[in-house]
């Protein structure tokens, strides 16, 4: 048995994590904290994996406890940044125990991961490229987490093709154009109805390809979520880890 505590436990996301772990054959749930609730009761004699699903103001400060708890954890909260990452393998170096892992993922849904593969597949073979995401009124990041991962994986492999810059004309812009990510442009759509979506938009002179990926209900994330817990529990994933990808065979 793959015990669980889960961080956010009374949010959107931590609430589906508390039933999926209730719910598999493999995990059960040992603690669920919120907002004021003391990390330091996570302790290795509880908890095997901690997953983590806050907000991004918070995640990076709950990471560090956590590592110095002595913990595993899987983190689903956006906001990462270099220096942020920086910080958290750093903190690994010097963790409690060794072989402790953490692993960050921008999107646990296999569509989304599917969709971020294939666009980075896609990029070398066209001229120009635009990602919309489109999400629920409710989220307090823009752009998503995961439409900064694609944009960036466009990026590395337009440079990886020896690709330039993409055509575009505009001379003026009252920030119609999106933010721009690694040269690519991004779009962030808030809409009440939506749950979590992304559009990858290439084109070539004549011919366009769309990759979407949907998620309509966050059910859609939990067997990711626990793909990750069994992978991280078995030790096999020392250090910082980032992306499901890593756990499929693409
Ligand atoms: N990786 C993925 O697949 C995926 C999927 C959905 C959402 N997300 C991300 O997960 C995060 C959470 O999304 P959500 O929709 O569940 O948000 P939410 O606002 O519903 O839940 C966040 C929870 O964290 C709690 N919280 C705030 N500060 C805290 C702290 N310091 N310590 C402990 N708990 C704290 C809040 O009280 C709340 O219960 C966001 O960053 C979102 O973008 C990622
Ligand atoms: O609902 C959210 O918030 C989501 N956040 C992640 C992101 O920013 O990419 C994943 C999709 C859902």
Not at 12 to 24: E, L, T
Not at 113 to 137: G, K, N, T
Not at 179 to 190: E, T, Y
Request: aromatic content about 4%; cysteine-free; glycine content about 8%.
């Amino acid at each position: 048995m793959i015990n669980v505590s889960v961080v956010g436990a009374q949010g959107r996301m931590g609430s589906h994590v508390v039933d999926a772990v209730n719910s598999a054959a493999d995990t059960q749930l040992a603690l669920a904290l919120d907002a004021k609730d003391d990390l330091t009761a996570i302790t290795p004699d509880n908890t095997d994996v901690v997953v983590e699903f806050t907000v991004p103001s918070a995640s990076l400060h709950n990471v560090l406890t956590l590592v110095k708890q002595g913990v595993n954890v899987v983190v689903g909260t956006t906001g990462w940044t270099d220096d942020k990452l920086a910080q958290v393998t750093t903190a690994l170096a010097n963790a409690p125990r060794d072989n402790q892992s953490v692993f960050i993922a921008p999107n646990f849904a296999i569509s989304a991961v599917l969709a971020d593969h294939f666009a980075q597949v896609a990029a070398p073979y066209f001229e120009s490229a635009e990602i919309i995401e489109l999400h629920h009124p409710t989220k307090v990041d823009a752009p998503s987490g995961t439409a900064i991962h694609t944009a960036h994986a466009i990026g590395e492999a337009r440079r990886a093709a020896g690709l330039g810059d993409m055509p575009d004309a505009t001379t003026t812009d009252g920030g119609s154009r999106g933010q721009v990510i690694d040269g690519v442009h991004v779009h962030a759509v808030r809409l009440r109805g939506l749950n979590a979506h992304e559009e990858v938009l290439f084109g070539n002179a004549g011919e366009q390809l769309v990759i979407r990926a949907d998620s309509f209900d966050r059910a859609s994330f939990m067997p990711g979520v626990l793909l990750a817990v069994r992978k991280i529990a078995s030790g096999a994933f020392p250090g910082l880890t980032i992306g499901l990808d890593r756990f499929l065979d693409l």
